[in-house]
Structures are given as C-alpha cells and as structure tokens.
C-alpha cells in the first residue's frame, strides 16, 4: 500500500462522522440529495463515483434509481460503501481514481467529489474521465479550496480552465453559502461544476 492509500485507510473507520461525509444528519443528508436531483439525470442512468470513500453520494443516487459503480483506492472506504449499499443496484471497486478499472465500461455521469486536489495532474485525469463518458454524458465535480494559512485544493477558475478544452457546456455553481450542505458555515471556496 502506498503512503496515500495507508492515510485513508486509517480514515475509514471515522470518516462518516463528518457531516457532509456520513450525511447521518438528515437536514445535511437532504442538502446534498437535493444538489443530485439537479446535477444528475432525472431518468435513472450509469454513474461511475470516483474517490467514492464510504458511499454516501453513491447512496442518494442509487436511491433515485441509478446504477451506481464506485471506485476507491482505500479497500476499507470501499468495504464500508459495500455495507452501505447492500442489496442496492451498485458496485464497489478498489482502484485508482485517476485511471479507474472499469476497461471499456461508459457512463452517463461521472461524479467526483473532493478528489481533483489529491490527485497529481488533474488535467490529465479529466481528459481520461471525459473519456470514460458516453455521448451527451456529463461530469459533475464537487470541489474547493480549503484551509488559510497552508491552503488545499483547486480552485474554480482553474478547473474551469482545465475543462474548457474538454466539454462543450460548464456551469459552475458555488457551495460555499449552504451551511446545510457541511453541517456548519464555511468561510472556503466549494463549488459544484457540470460539464458536458
């Protein structure tokens, strides 16, 4: 295991206790159900959840009838996200998001939420995940930038920039002014982006 995949290993266990993780609370729980009724599709379609950590997006979709794939590099995330969806139509791998193991498998959506940051060249990775889309699919990538003095993340106007090239429609939809979405008020930069 590498040094990454170690670090959220150890955070599975406690990861849900976070509001906007876990999603326990249900003002919280329906803050971001009502966000996925308006980025995602309203027939039910193939989601691929990258970085899907325990499964609680991957959840609300499922719930509104779409088959889900989550993929995560921690193996205990994943097997909490198995736990959480069980019976549902929905499945877990263990993988890099960046390079997802779903071979030829298309999407209609390709959801990601708080991974761009982590990742090494986030260009790259949304050149490949626009590939993994099916014609008239689109990404939906729940980002930010978080912390002060040392701060983390991706801002919009980057990931916009990146996208340009890529898709043909960008919205950009600010989260940071929904306290319900993360349980607290946030002084941040988070944000929704659906591109298509």
Partial sequence: MT?????????????DDEPDHGLRDPAVRGAWAERLRAWLPEHPCDLLDLGCGTGSLALLAAER???????????????????????????????????????????DVVLVRHVLWTLPDPGRALRHWRGLLRPGGRLVLVEGVWGTVSPVGVPADRLTALLTPLTEHIRLERLSDDPLLWGREVDDERYAVVAS
């Fill in 3 to 15: 040094e990454h995949t170690d670090y959220w290993e150890a955070q599975a266990a406690t990861f």
């Fill in 65 to 107: 009838g779409h088959r889900v794939t989550g993929v995560d590099l921690s193996p205990a995330m994943v097997a909490r996200a198995r736990a959480k969806l069980a019976g549902r139509d929905a499945a877990f791998l263990v993988g890099d998001a960046a390079a997802p193991p779903v071979g030829e498998q298309r999407y």
